[in-house]
């Protein structure tokens, strides 16, 4: 993943791109085989024997969640949000809606698969058009780049029961 920092140390100079399975050995250009790294730690990964030293499942973890905490894209964009300019994550108005119903329904007790079986009945798809499963909504329910509080739950009259997590707004565009 191309970062603006090094996914190591966290430096924002000197960044290079790193290949995880080097193009020699059929690695190629995408995203999802580069991590970002300085130039003193892609000297070091360089200096290493790859298969006992590194952990690239780890690198790429940790550099996933940098990611995610600044709300920037991380992988696939979540149901919610759009991919805006920079890789920043800009929220979908009418996808917040469907989000809002969903913790809403899990708040009344409802189960991911049922849920999933109302949001299909209604005719509802996912992000990529596809039918919801109760895995879907459990990974939704489950990740934290939703901001409970902006579900007004004193409005619905369900203050605290999200147990709610602060986000860090200042990195998300709200939609006009």
Request: charged content about 30%.
């Amino acid at each position: 993943m191309k970062l603006k920092f090094c996914c190591i140390c966290g430096k924002t100079e000197d960044l290079q791109h790193h290949h995880v399975i080097p193009k020699v050995s059929g690695g190629n250009n995408d995203e999802t085989n580069l991590i970002t790294l300085c130039y003193e730690h892609h000297n070091w990964i360089h200096g290493l024997d790859y298969k006992k030293s590194i952990n690239f499942s780890r690198l790429m973890k940790k550099s996933s969640r940098k990611k995610k905490d600044n709300l920037k894209v991380y992988g696939h964009v979540p149901l919610g949000y759009d991919k805006g300019d920079d890789n920043n994550l800009v929220e979908n108005l009418e996808e917040q809606a469907l989000i809002r119903e969903i913790f809403i329904l899990r708040e009344k007790g409802k189960s991911y698969g049922t849920i999933a079986i109302y949001l299909n009945d209604k005719g509802i798809r996912g992000k990529q058009g596809g039918k919801f499963y109760a895995v879907t909504i459990s990974h939704i329910i489950n990740n934290d780049i939703y901001d409970r509080s902006e579900f007004d739950e004193e409005k619905l009259g369900l203050k605290g029961s999200f147990n709610s997590q602060n986000r860090k707004d200042k990195h998300v565009t709200k939609a006009a």
